[in-house]
C-alpha cells in the first residue's frame, strides 16, 4: 500500500471518532413536494436544510425555461465561453444580473464557488500582485482559496470594521488593497454592516469584494441582496453571487464595472478554461432572475417564516443562535451530539437537518442549521420545534422542565 493510501485510513479513522467523517442523505428530492423528500424506504421526510431558499427548484418557472432551452440547444453547452460554449441565454443572463446589481456588467462562472476563487485569485494576482488583501475571519471557503496566492493576507475580526480599519491604517501605501467580506454569513445568520464597510474601503481607497451568495433573492426590493436592502450597491466595487441557492438553479457570477468584468472574462483561469454552464441552466437562471426580481410576497413569507420558527423554538425552550437573517443555528456544542441529535430526527421525526461540525464552524461550536423556506406551513414549524425539544431533552442538552 502506498503511504497515501495507508494515511487515507487513518484520517478517516480519526474523523469517524471525532464525529467529523461525513456521509451523504440517502434522501431524494421530489420536484413537486418540496420540502418533502423520501427515504430509501420510501418514508415521507421534511427538509430543514435546504438552501433553495426560495423553495423554487422545482417551480413551473424554472423548469419550463429549463426543458425549452433543452428542446433548442440540447444538454451540454459543448465548449468553453470562447470555444463554442456560448448562447445567447448566457448573454441575456449576464445583462440581467449586472441590471439586477446596478453595475455595468456581470460575469457567469460554473458555479458561485468556483466565481469567488477565480474572481479574487485573479484579481490578486494582477498589477503584478501588489495586493494586500483584507478577510473578515469568516469568510467563505472559496474566497479563501482565491486569496491563497496573495502576497500579504490580514484578516479582521468577524465584522469589526475599526479592526479593519486599523489594518488598513497599517498597510503600505504603495500596495494596493481589496477587502473582501459577506452580506448574510451561512452558519451564524448574522449580517455584515456593509456601510459601514464599504466606508472604510473609500477612506482607505481600497476595492471592496462583498459575497451576497446567502442574501441574493431573499433580501432588498428586488433581491438584489443586503446592498440593495441597505442602499449601497454603488459604493462596493465587486458583487458576487449565486444562482444555486434562492434562485433555484445553479451557477455563480460577479458584477462589476465593464473593464474589471472584461478584464475578468480574458484572464480569469477559472472562467477560460472550463466548460460553460449547460444552455438550459443558463435559461431557467434568468428566468428565475426575472421572476424572483417582482415577488415581494414570496420574499415576505420568507422572512415571516424565519421569524416563526425562531419564535417556535423560544416557545418549546430552545434558544436559537442571535440570527437576523432567514437561517435559524441551534447550538449543540459538540460534533458526535451533533451527529446523534440530526440521526434522531430523522429516524424518529422524519426530519431532517444536518448537523455542522467542525471545519464548518469552530470546535465546541457545532450546530443543527435551520433553513425555513416558504413552503414550510405552520404544522411544520410547529412539528419540528416539538420535535428539538423532545431529542434536545433525550440526549441531555436541555432540562426536563424546560418550557
Ligand atoms: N460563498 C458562500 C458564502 C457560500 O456559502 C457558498 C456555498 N455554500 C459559496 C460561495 C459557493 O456557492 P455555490 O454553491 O454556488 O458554489
Known amino acids: 500500500m502506498h503511504p497515501f493510501q495507508q494515511?487515507?485510513?487513518d484520517e478517516l479513522d480519526r474523523m469517524k471518532t471525532e464525529g467529523r467523517?461525513?456521509?451523504f442523505a440517502a434522501l431524494t428530492k421530489s420536484r413537486r413536494g418540496f420540502p418533502r423528500y423520501t427515504d430509501a424506504g420510501g418514508r415521507e421526510i421534511t427538509v430543514w436544510s435546504s438552501n433553495d431558499y426560495l423553495g423554487l427548484g422545482g417551480s413551473d418557472v424554472l423548469a419550463e425555461a429549463a426543458r425549452q432551452a433543452i428542446e433548442a440547444h440540447g444538454v451540454g453547452s459543448g465548449g468553453t465561453r470562447n470555444i463554442s460554449g456560448n448562447t445567447p441565454a448566457h448573454e441575456a443572463l449576464e445583462r440581467e444580473l449586472a441590471l439586477l446589481h446596478g453595475k455595468e456588467a456581470a460575469l457567469v462562472f460554473t458555479s458561485g464557488y468556483v466565481a469567488n476563487q477565480a474572481a479574487l485569485g485573479t484579481?490578486?494576482?494582477?498589477?503584478?500582485?501588489?495586493?494586500?488583501?483584507?478577510?473578515?475571519?469568516?469568510?467563505?471557503?472559496?474566497?479563501?482559496?482565491?486569496?491563497?496566492?496573495?502576497?500579504?493576507?490580514s484578516i479582521f475580526r468577524h465584522n469589526d470594521v475599526a479592526h479593519l480599519e486599523e489594518l488598513l491604517a497599517a498597510a503600505d501605501p504603495a500596495v494596493n488593497k481589496l477587502v473582501a467580506f459577506e452580506s448574510v454569513y451561512s452558519m451564524d445568520g448574522d449580517i455584515g454592516p456593509l456601510a459601514e464597510l464599504a466606508a472604510v474601503c473609500r477612506r482607505h481607497g481600497a476595492l471592496s469584494y462583498l459575497d451576497e451568495v446567502h442574501a441574493v433573492g431573499m433580501y432588498g426590493a428586488t433581491g438584489a441582496g443586503v446592498a440593495?436592502?441597505?442602499?449601497?450597491?454603488?459604493?462596493?466595487?465587486?458583487?458576487?453571487?449565486?444562482?444555486?441557492?434562492?434562485?433555484?438553479?445553479?451557477?455563480?457570477?460577479?458584477?462589476?464595472?465593464?473593464?474589471?468584468?472584461?478584464?475578468?472574462?480574458?484572464?480569469?483561469?477559472?472562467?477560460?478554461?472550463?466548460?460553460?454552464?449547460?444552455?438550459?441552466?443558463?435559461?431557467?437562471?434568468?428566468?428565475?432572475?426575472?421572476?424572483v426580481k417582482?415577488?415581494?410576497?414570496?420574499?415576505?413569507?420568507?422572512?415571516?417564516?424565519?421569524?416563526?420558527?425562531?419564535?417556535?423554538?423560544?416557545?418549546?425552550?430552545v434558544e436559537p443562535m442571535p440570527s437576523v437573517s432567514h437561517i435559524v443555528p441551534v447550538p449543540v456544542g459538540d460534533a458526535a451530539l451533533c451527529r446523534e441529535v440530526s440521526r434522531l430526527l430523522l429516524e424518529e421525526h422524519g426530519l431532517y437537518v444536518t448537523p455542522?461540525?467542525?471545519?464548518?464552524?469552530?470546535?465546541?461550536?457545532?450546530?443543527?442549521?435551520?433553513?425555513?423556506?416558504?413552503?414550510?406551513?405552520?404544522?411544520?414549524?410547529?412539528?419540528v420545534a416539538q420535535a428539538v425539544a423532545h431529542v434536545l431533552r433525550q440526549v441531555g442538552l436541555l432540562r426536563a422542565d424546560a418550557a
Open 294 to 317: 417582482g415577488a415581494t410576497a414570496l420574499r415576505a413569507r420568507h422572512a415571516e417564516r424565519a421569524a416563526r420558527l425562531k419564535a417556535a423554538f423560544r416557545e418549546v425552550g
Open 123 to 153: 484579481i490578486l494576482a494582477s498589477m503584478g500582485g501588489n495586493w494586500q488583501v483584507f478577510s473578515d475571519e469568516k469568510n467563505h471557503n472559496s474566497m479563501i482559496a482565491g486569496m491563497k496566492n496573495a502576497r500579504a493576507k
Open 21 to 23: 467523517y461525513r456521509s
Open 356 to 383: 455542522i461540525n467542525y471545519p464548518t464552524v469552530p470546535r465546541g461550536t457545532e450546530r443543527l442549521r435551520f433553513t425555513p423556506t416558504p413552503r414550510h406551513e405552520d404544522a411544520d414549524i410547529e412539528r
Open 228 to 291: 440593495e436592502r441597505d442602499g449601497v450597491s454603488d459604493q462596493i466595487d465587486i458583487i458576487q453571487g449565486t444562482l444555486a441557492k434562492a434562485f433555484g438553479c445553479h451557477g455563480g457570477y460577479v458584477a462589476a464595472r465593464a473593464e474589471v468584468i472584461d478584464y475578468l472574462r480574458s484572464a480569469a483561469a477559472g472562467f477560460i478554461f472550463t466548460t460553460s454552464l449547460p444552455p438550459a441552466l443558463a435559461a431557467a437562471a434568468l428566468a428565475s432572475v426575472r421572476h
Open 7 to 9: 494515511y487515507c485510513r
